[in-house]
């Protein structure tokens, strides 16, 4: 059985989960560094040389050239967020199972019911007295049609009345 091919989507995900574990590991080697420096002189390396050392290793075990930036290395570093943290902050709602993520996301949506809680009561009563409004204004004007109509009835039949009376009267 063939498989088919994998989704652009899918490519990239896959691609950003790969850049996060580097970039972990990158982190990982420069907190290293600043405690135990292997640079020249004692200083530790830089970020461009950590970014190049990550990826000749992943390039040398898995063949595949990853290169790394050693500006969102310093971003990550002093406080930034990465992009598949953002991600997965952004997609609260998705399915993710049990676990902490599915707690947090209904902990949010929990939350976020209580604050509208305040505004769906509001538009409740508004949709409700629209309700209402229109319910009383179609028996309002059903009620003038109907009494438009028994009208109309009364006056045709004072006519045919009128009609009836002065054919006998002739004969």
């Known amino acids: 059985m063939t498989k088919h091919a994998r989704s ?13 574990k580097l970039q972990d590991a990158a982190v990982e080697l420069w907190k290293d560094e600043q405690d135990n420096p292997t640079g020249p002189n004692g200083k530790p390396l830089g970020l461009r040389a950590i970014c190049s ?11 595949q050239l990853i290169s ?3 500006v969102t290395l310093h971003r990550i570093i002093h406080g930034g967020q990465k992009k ?13 199972g049990s676990g902490f993520r ?3 996301r209904e902990e949010r949506l929990i939350s976020a019911l209580k604050e509208s809680e305040g ?9 409700q007295d629209l309700q209402a409004h229109t319910v009383l204004q179609d028996l309002y004007v059903s009620g003038v049609r109907s009494e438009l109509q028994a009208s109309e009835q009364r006056k045709h039949k004072k006519k045919s009345r009128k009609l009836i ?4 009267q002739n004969f």
Request: hydrophobic share 45%; glycine share 4%.
């Open 119 to 127: 505004r769906v009561a509001a538009w409740k009563q508004r949709v």
């Open 68 to 70: 790394l930036s050693h």
């Open 8 to 20: 652009q989507l899918y490519k990239a995900a896959v691609h950003l989960n790969l850049v996060s």
């Open 84 to 96: 598949a943290d953002c991600n997965a902050e952004k997609g609260w709602l998705t399915d993710v």
């Open 165 to 168: 009376r002065m054919a006998y």
């Open 53 to 63: 050392i990550i990826s000749d290793e992943y390039y040398a075990e898995k063949g």
């Open 102 to 104: 599915s707690t947090l």
